[in-house]
């Protein structure tokens, strides 16, 4: 059998669960960046027909694309690894449930992309207290460690966090903050894996500004 393999794009949100998810298991994976421009064709056509990352080629060389199905498959096919999901039934549709429930505040970062930062900022303060509520005095979103939420959660705030209109109201939440930090100090999570490094942001957001497809920036650009 072979290695894991993941073909990813460093800036999207659903890339970065794939990549905290293997770092969490700490399971070994070969990665392979996807450019937009020279690899989109042989993708649609050899391993995912809606021609889209993050796809987890596995050690039998089947590919597995959508993200919370590559997630799925990683809980199932390596049990006695850390669990991205939780076991019983209740805590899992729960944690399902805390999802939804964050979703007003994660989808700004797209809202900021493509309606621009005020939009995106308009009635921040209401959805804020949410996130304190969920993380009911834990560490984690997951609880004393993370799990499937703090890995749907992270990837949006780390990339709010960076963008003009949302900076502020998120880094001065204290709740959402210590979380942050957490996250950011956990084995499973540092610069280039799962986190965004400095000046990427820069770069998707003058592809929106001139029209640009979702994952048509120069790879190059971000894995130097």
Known sequence: MGKLKLITNPVSPFNSRAIIALEFKQLPYDIEYYDHDKDQARIKSELNPLGKVPILVTEEGVAIYESLA???????????????????????????????????????MVTAFTKGPEEASKGIDQDLPVFAELLNGKTFLGGDDLNIIDIIAFPSFDRMRKMPGLTEPVTQNDAIEQWYQAMCNHQAITPGKGRLQDGWIEIVGKNFASGKPALAWPVRDLTQ
């Open 70 to 108: 590559i997630l799925e498959y990683l809980d199932s096919q390596y049990p006695d690894t850390p669990r991205i999901f939780p076991s019983d039934p209740l805590a899992r549709a729960q944690a399902q449930m805390k999802i939804a429930r964050l979703e007003p505040l994660t989808g700004r």
